[in-house]
Protein backbone atom coordinates (compact mmCIF):
# COMPACT_ATOMS: atom_id res chain seq x y z
CA UNK A 1 0.00 0.00 0.00
CA UNK A 2 1.29 2.92 -1.13
CA UNK A 3 1.92 5.82 1.99
CA UNK A 4 3.06 8.99 1.87
CA UNK A 5 4.98 10.55 4.37
CA UNK A 6 5.57 14.46 5.00
CA UNK A 7 8.45 16.00 7.28
CA UNK A 8 10.03 19.32 7.27
CA UNK A 9 7.61 21.96 8.78
CA UNK A 10 7.38 24.30 11.44
CA UNK A 11 7.46 28.15 12.17
CA UNK A 12 9.60 30.36 10.33
CA UNK A 13 10.13 34.58 10.20
CA UNK A 14 9.40 36.28 6.76
CA UNK A 15 11.72 36.23 4.38
CA UNK A 16 13.38 32.57 6.07
CA UNK A 17 13.59 29.12 4.33
CA UNK A 18 11.85 25.74 4.91
CA UNK A 19 12.90 22.36 3.51
CA UNK A 20 9.99 19.93 2.98
CA UNK A 21 10.34 16.21 1.95
CA UNK A 22 7.77 13.63 1.48
CA UNK A 23 9.06 10.31 1.02
CA UNK A 24 6.97 7.54 -0.79
CA UNK A 25 7.27 4.02 0.44
CA UNK A 26 4.81 1.24 -0.46
CA UNK A 27 4.95 1.39 -4.39
CA UNK A 28 5.91 -1.18 -7.11
CA UNK A 29 6.12 1.27 -9.83
CA UNK A 30 8.52 4.59 -9.78
CA UNK A 31 7.12 6.29 -12.93
CA UNK A 32 4.52 8.75 -11.76
CA UNK A 33 4.58 12.37 -10.60
CA UNK A 34 4.52 14.24 -7.28
CA UNK A 35 3.22 17.63 -6.39
CA UNK A 36 2.76 19.56 -3.40
CA UNK A 37 -0.34 21.32 -2.71
CA UNK A 38 -1.34 23.78 0.07
CA UNK A 39 -4.75 24.73 2.20
CA UNK A 40 -4.99 27.63 4.28
CA UNK A 41 -7.73 27.68 6.85
CA UNK A 42 -11.03 28.90 4.85
CA UNK A 43 -9.44 28.25 1.34
CA UNK A 44 -10.18 25.22 -0.92
CA UNK A 45 -6.77 22.93 -1.89
CA UNK A 46 -4.38 25.04 -4.19
CA UNK A 47 -1.81 23.76 -6.41
CA UNK A 48 2.05 25.00 -4.96
CA UNK A 49 4.64 22.83 -7.41
CA UNK A 50 4.54 19.57 -9.30
CA UNK A 51 7.84 17.21 -11.21
CA UNK A 52 7.07 14.54 -13.57
CA UNK A 53 9.44 11.29 -12.76
CA UNK A 54 11.98 12.47 -14.93
CA UNK A 55 12.63 16.01 -12.88
CA UNK A 56 10.73 18.52 -14.64
CA UNK A 57 9.55 20.66 -12.48
CA UNK A 58 5.67 23.33 -12.86
CA UNK A 59 4.99 25.85 -10.14
CA UNK A 60 2.14 27.96 -9.32
CA UNK A 61 3.10 31.70 -10.32
CA UNK A 62 2.91 32.33 -6.70
CA UNK A 63 5.83 30.82 -6.15
CA UNK A 64 7.85 30.68 -8.77
CA UNK A 65 11.44 32.34 -8.31
CA UNK A 66 10.89 31.26 -4.25
CA UNK A 67 10.36 27.66 -4.55
CA UNK A 68 12.13 24.37 -6.17
CA UNK A 69 11.02 21.17 -6.20
CA UNK A 70 13.21 18.12 -6.67
CA UNK A 71 13.31 14.36 -6.48
CA UNK A 72 15.00 11.50 -5.22
CA UNK A 73 14.05 8.44 -7.44
CA UNK A 74 16.74 6.08 -5.55
CA UNK A 75 14.74 7.19 -1.86
CA UNK A 76 11.37 7.78 -3.43
CA UNK A 77 11.67 11.20 -2.06
CA UNK A 78 10.37 14.11 -3.47
CA UNK A 79 11.58 18.02 -1.75
CA UNK A 80 10.22 21.23 -2.21
CA UNK A 81 12.62 24.22 -0.73
CA UNK A 82 10.98 26.79 0.15
CA UNK A 83 12.59 30.16 0.59
CA UNK A 84 11.84 34.18 0.82
CA UNK A 85 8.56 32.99 2.81
CA UNK A 86 5.93 35.54 2.59
CA UNK A 87 3.03 35.34 5.57
CA UNK A 88 0.51 33.90 3.11
CA UNK A 89 2.61 30.83 2.54
CA UNK A 90 1.16 29.70 5.84
CA UNK A 91 -0.68 26.54 5.01
CA UNK A 92 -1.29 22.81 5.19
CA UNK A 93 1.34 21.39 2.92
CA UNK A 94 0.38 18.17 1.50
CA UNK A 95 2.56 15.80 -0.66
CA UNK A 96 0.77 13.84 -3.49
CA UNK A 97 1.23 11.62 -6.11
CA UNK A 98 -0.23 10.55 -9.42
CA UNK A 99 0.39 9.81 -13.25
CA UNK A 100 1.60 13.17 -13.99
CA UNK A 101 2.09 16.47 -13.37
CA UNK A 102 -0.98 18.31 -13.48
CA UNK A 103 -2.25 21.28 -11.53
CA UNK A 104 -6.37 19.60 -10.34
CA UNK A 105 -5.52 17.75 -6.79
CA UNK A 106 -7.85 15.49 -8.32
CA UNK A 107 -5.21 14.08 -11.03
CA UNK A 108 -4.27 12.77 -7.41
CA UNK A 109 -4.31 9.26 -6.50
CA UNK A 110 -2.66 9.51 -3.08
CA UNK A 111 -1.96 11.78 -0.48
CA UNK A 112 0.34 12.40 2.50
CA UNK A 113 -1.30 14.09 5.99
CA UNK A 114 0.29 17.24 5.57
CA UNK A 115 2.60 19.31 7.49
CA UNK A 116 2.18 22.50 8.86
CA UNK A 117 4.06 25.48 7.99
CA UNK A 118 3.59 29.06 9.80
CA UNK A 119 5.02 32.06 8.28
CA UNK A 120 5.20 35.10 10.91
CA UNK A 121 5.29 38.74 9.88
Known amino acids: QVQLVESGGGLVQAGGSLRLSCADSGRTSSTYAMAWFRQAPGKEREFVAA???????YYASSVKGRFTISRDNAKNTVYLQMNSLKPEDTAVYYC???????????????WGQGTQVTVSS
Open 51 to 57: ISYSGTG
Open 96 to 110: ASGPAPYQSPRSYDY
